[in-house]
């Protein structure tokens, strides 16, 4: 079955302890992306990936990292996490069409989501 | 900068009735527009999506969308709403450098019966 997964579901976690949460997707899709949702602000973008080795911020980038050595995998990492990442985390990926521009606006598939909650 | 905006946070409607959702877009070039529907602890799924063409656009679950450059809209309909239909909808832009996209707010929807 195409998806794309997501670990773990849900955590809880104290302030400053190091954690990654891992999305994987079999689609053989180069483009992955992490979205937090946060009541009221809908989803922001954090980071993306348009293919391994290559990663660039989104609109939220600040306090989280990433990474994308296969292309099936795309960790997020939050190196000294705070209460303020306290959020729902998705992972999406996308495939895309040959050369053209518009194949890039293929569809964006959804990982169930990370509740995430730093005390 | 881009955004897109949701004015409605909350819509209720009764099932059968008639449904629209409200999206603005702020874009300097032609956007690449998009809705999607979150079931409650479900991930997104795309709706449908408008790149150029034909204004009018048909998804999913009988829902469409109309383009309107004019006024900087791309406003989500149904027909007739279903009890299934209840969920959370985003509208989403995304830009000319393909990896980024920009999420509204989000609308809940509330079916009565």
């Known amino acids: 079955e195409a998806q794309v997964t997501q670990n773990p579901r849900y955590l809880i976690t104290v302030t400053g302890k190091k954690l990654t949460v891992t999305c994987s997707q079999n689609m053989n899709h180069e483009y992955m992306s992490w979205y937090r949702q946060d009541p009221g602000l809908g989803l922001r973008q954090i980071y993306y990936?348009?293919?391994?080795?290559?990663?660039d911020k989104g609109d939220v980038p600040e306090g989280y990292k990433v990474s994308r050595k296969e292309k099936r995998n795309f960790p997020l990492i939050l190196e000294s996490p705070s209460p303020n990442q306290t959020s729902l985390y998705f992972c999406?990926?996308?495939?895309?069409?040959?050369?053209?521009?518009?194949?890039?606006?293929?569809?964006?598939?959804f990982g169930p989501g990370t509740r995430l909650t730093v005390l | 900068a881009q955004s897109v905006t949701q004015p409605d946070i909350h819509i209720t409607v009764s099932e059968g009735a008639s449904l629209e959702l409200r999206c603005n877009y702020s874009y300097g070039a032609t956007p690449y527009l998009f809705w999607y529907v979150q079931s409650p602890g479900q991930g997104l799924q795309l709706l449908l999506k408008y790149f150029s063409g034909d204004t009018l656009v048909q998804g999913i679950k009988g829902f469409e969308a109309e383009f309107k450059r004019s006024q900087s809209s791309f406003n989500l309909r149904k027909p007739s709403v279903h009890w299934s239909d209840a969920a959370e909808y985003f509208c989403?832009?995304?830009?000319?450098?393909?990896?980024?996209?920009?999420f509204g707010e989000g609308t809940t929807l509330t079916v009565k019966p």
């Open positions: 989403a832009v995304g830009h000319t450098n393909a990896g980024k996209s920009t």
């Open positions: 999406a990926s996308r495939g895309t069409s040959g050369s053209s521009f518009l194949g890039s606006y293929n569809e964006q598939f």
């Open positions: 990936s348009m293919n391994v080795e290559v990663t």
